[in-house]
């Protein structure tokens, strides 16, 4: 069964820094593209950044670009989001998805939340 | 950028109804790439349907996609207690906004 565990969440101010962890189980995981998708308070579904299985290519959404970077360790197979300058904007619940990369989300984590407050 | 654009917004039905969503691309859009996805409060998103057409594993075939080019449609046959939720579709990078499905 596949299973995707985030953690690292949690409350910062504005500027600050976090670093979202994902750890996968249950497949292979560095034959998979990996994703984060993100969901503000009562909102929509907003891609965030995908990275290729072998970690070789990755890309970001307009918003976060040159402030978040997705990483992964396929020998602890494990998802990263470093997240730098963060903003009030940047407050959402924060999924871990495998797949992606131009494709569909066929598995999903239950999220951490990143809230951004002073 | 394509944006794609869900309607209704909201639908109120009653179980055992037929539901229909339309999801709408800015631009054509290849069939292969297009998902749609269920959300339940407090719950993550489930994958309902890829390729436009192609339930996922373990989606009751109540569940149905068409569509081409820009229009794509999510049927869902006869509404379901549970059935009762948040339904997003999905191309490359971008999501539709939603379409609520709400019990009548």
């Known amino acids: 069964e596949v299973q995707l565990l985030e953690s690292g969440g949690g409350l910062v101010q504005p500027g600050g820094s976090l670093r979202l962890s994902c750890a996968a189980s249950?497949?292979?995981?560095?034959?998979?593209?990996m994703s984060w998708v993100r969901q503000a308070p009562g909102k929509g579904l907003d891609w965030v950044s995908s990275?290729?299985?072998?970690?070789?290519?990755?890309y970001h959404a307009d918003s976060v670009k040159g402030r978040f970077t997705i990483s992964r360790d396929n020998s602890k197979d494990t998802l990263y989001l470093q997240m730098n300058s963060l903003r009030a904007e940047d407050t959402a619940l924060y999924y871990c998805?495998?797949?992606?990369?131009?494709?569909?989300?066929?598995?999903w984590g239950q999220g951490t939340l990143v809230t951004v407050s002073s | 950028e394509i944006v794609l654009t869900q309607s209704p917004g909201t639908l109120s039905l009653s179980p055992g109804e037929r539901a229909t969503l339309s999801c709408r691309a800015s631009?054509?859009?290849?069939?292969?790439?297009l998902a749609w996805y269920q959300q339940k409060p407090g719950q993550a998103p489930r994958l309902l349907i890829y390729?436009?057409?192609s339930r996922a594993t373990g989606i009751p075939d109540r569940f149905s996609g068409s569509g081409s080019g820009t229009d794509f449609t999510l049927t869902i046959s006869r509404l379901e207690p549970e059935d009762f939720a948040v339904y997003y579709c999905?191309?490359?990078?971008?999501f539709g906004q939603g379409t609520k499905v709400e019990i009548k």
């Open positions: 390729g436009a057409s």
């Open positions: 249950g497949f292979t995981f560095s034959s998979y593209a």
């Open positions: 990275i290729s299985g072998s970690g070789g290519n990755s």
């Open positions: 999905q191309q490359y990078w971008t």
């Open positions: 631009q054509s859009v290849s069939s292969t790439y």
């Open positions: 998805a495998r797949g992606g990369y131009g494709g569909y989300f066929d598995s």
